[in-house]
């Protein structure tokens, strides 16, 4: 059996809502960085719900303002532009943006799981090639919990899927990030057991993003590299 797929995307935009721009005045130039927002991520995000024909749950308010890829009580869910905006302000963003994001993307696994569904989210973000001065070297990413087998599977499927398609990608297994860091999937593998649920962070390099040569074709190939993996499900599903 298929399983019930979900998308989403935290890091979708930075936009920044008007009670919140006092502390971006002067420094607006961070809106266009990696540090508000994951470039590519939603139109990959878009695309693949269309594609598999899937809900996207997605989000555009800046992170700089509050990370809806962190747990509440992470020291950066607000930045140092945001950490000191009035305290009803801040209340508004966990309330209106934090929470009924989150709150809407468990809600809608919850109701997949009620109804006897396995359910594959795949949480699409981006990453910059360069920080603090490191190179990343990869060109994609694949995030996952290596104590849930079945997550495992399917991204060595996937990311076997994709070279064939593309030999000449970089494609690492928990890089740049680990999949067990502090994360949503993360917090939805608490809330939801490995037969049911398997949490997947795609992470693009932005070096690609803006190769605009090769950008379409890599998000084609990214679609139909899931599409072959998903062929596996059986021996890829969560558990």
């Not at 989210?121 to 910059?128: E, G, K, L, M």
């Not at 104590?147 to 060595?156: I, N, Q």
Request: proline share 6%.
């Amino acid at each position: 059996m298929k399983p019930f797929l979900l998308f989403s995307c935290e890091h979708g935009g930075n936009r920044i809502p008007s009670a919140c721009r006092g502390p971006f005045i002067g420094h607006e130039a961070v809106l266009h960085t990696h540090r508000a927002y994951d470039a590519g991520a939603l139109r990959m995000a878009r695309e693949m719900a269309q594609a598999f024909q899937a809900p996207l749950h997605a989000a555009v308010l800046s992170r700089l303002l509050i990370d809806l890829n962190r747990s509440p009580h992470h020291p950066r869910l607000y930045s140092e532009f945001s950490r000191h905006l009035p305290q009803d302000v801040r209340a508004d963003l966990l309330q209106d943006h934090y929470r009924r994001y989150r709150d809407g993307v468990e809600a809608a696994v919850g109701a997949a799981v009620a109804a006897d569904k396995r359910v594959l989210h795949v949480s699409c973000h981006s990453f910059t090639p360069v920080l603090d001065g490191k190179p990343r070297n990869a060109d994609i990413g694949l995030l996952y919990d290596p104590s849930r087998l079945g997550e495992a599977a399917h991204c060595r499927h996937w990311r076997a899927a994709l070279l064939r398609r593309m030999p000449a990608l970089r494609v690492r297994m928990n890089y740049p990030y680990r999949g067990t860091s502090d994360g949503f999937t993360v917090y939805l593998r608490k809330r939801f057991g490995a037969d049911r649920y398997a949490g997947i962070e795609l992470e693009i390099n932005q070096a690609c993003v803006r190769t605009e040569s090769a950008w379409p074709a890599l998000r084609q190939a990214l679609i139909r590299s899931l599409e072959d993996a998903l062929e596996h499900w059986p021996d890829g599903q969560p558990g």
